[in-house]
Nanobody
Framework: QVGLVESGGGSVQAGDTLKLSCTFT???????????MGWFRQLSGKDRVERDG??????????QYADSLEGRFTISQDITKNVLELVVNNLESEDTAMYYCAAATERNDCKVLMQTHAFTMWGQGTQVTVYS
């Protein structure tokens, strides 16, 4: 059973930088060692199926970002520590949302999995609230 635990959320001021972390367990060493990890966010009032993909990274370290987002997001992973991170620069009020870490082991392009809502393993989320 894969475990995903997010941290780093909170109330932050617009213009600030925030780093979210996700500790994952039991993901390495899967049958073929291929996996995708990603960050998503769910706006208040939206359903789970309406979570927006932000960024993904695969087991080889390839990073991909949602086309609709500006270049304010940076995804990274430290495999030695089993940690996935997301840095958000120049926070805006529109970034207020619940942020989720997710994983998938399906052998496919990670961005395609993000766009087709094919990530199957999720953390509990961490709330980010941006105030002016």
């Amino acid at each position: 059973q894969v475990g995903l635990v997010e941290s780093g959320g909170g109330s932050v001021q617009a213009g600030d930088t925030l780093k979210l972390s996700c500790t994952f367990t039991h993901l390495n060493g899967r049958t073929d060692n291929h996996y995708c990890m990603g960050w998503f966010r769910q706006l208040s009032g939206k359903d789970r199926v309406e979570r927006d993909g932000i960024a993904v990274i695969d087991s080889a370290g390839r990073k991909q970002y949602a086309d609709s987002l500006e270049g304010r997001f940076t995804i990274s992973q430290d495999i030695t520590k089993n940690v996935l991170e997301l840095v958000v620069n120049n926070l805006e009020s529109e970034d207020t949302a619940m942020y989720y870490c997710a994983a998938a082991t399906e052998r496919n392009d990670c961005k395609v999995l993000m766009q087709t809502h094919a990530f199957t393993m999720w953390g509990q989320g961490t709330q980010v609230t941006v105030y002016s």
